[in-house]
């Protein structure tokens, strides 16, 4: 299995990319579920997606977390989760910082207007886990270039 980050295309994903925090999505083999989620929120409902690309973009450019809640909430039993919101609106994006504390990792989406408490506590879980396959990845490969250093 790989993990690995990629970064929004800046073409369909403007002014995320370049500020103080930057986002990036997470791809397991090849493959990036947020960013697919992402372009179908894109394409179905435009105004749900301006309304959290504009809060994705005030991250970008403050120098901290957000603090306003209406904008970013962290899980209660995941507090490594980010849940950011179209302010609102209805669509959340989920993700966890980077180990340079300046990256944000995008691992999925949820919407509030079709889903239940229970599903919203489902895609916090869902983001929790594909952290902890970042991490576990992230930790093997320091240990690969470890042993390679000190074999050398």
Do not use: W
Not at 24 to 37: A, M, R, T
């Amino acid at each position: 299995m790989i993990v690995r980050t990629i970064p929004f295309p800046e073409k369909l994903f403007p002014r995320i990319s370049n500020g103080y925090f930057k986002f990036e999505l997470l791809e397991i083999d090849g493959k990036s579920e947020v960013l697919e989620e992402l372009m179908k929120l894109r394409k179905n409902n435009q105004k749900d997606f301006k309304k959290l690309l504009a809060t994705l973009v005030i991250q970008v450019h403050a120098d901290t977390l957000i603090k306003d809640q209406r904008r970013l909430n962290r899980g209660i039993k995941c507090p490594d989760i980010l849940e950011y919101k179209s302010n609102k609106g209805s669509y959340r994006l989920f993700g966890f910082l980077g180990t340079d504390n300046k990256i944000i990792i995008c691992t999925n989406t949820y919407n509030k207007t079709t889903s239940k408490k229970k599903k919203q506590d489902a895609a916090f879980e869902k983001a929790k886990g594909l952290k902890s396959k970042y991490d576990s990845y992230v930790r093997r490969e320091e240990c690969q270039q470890q042993n390679n250093f000190y074999k050398n």
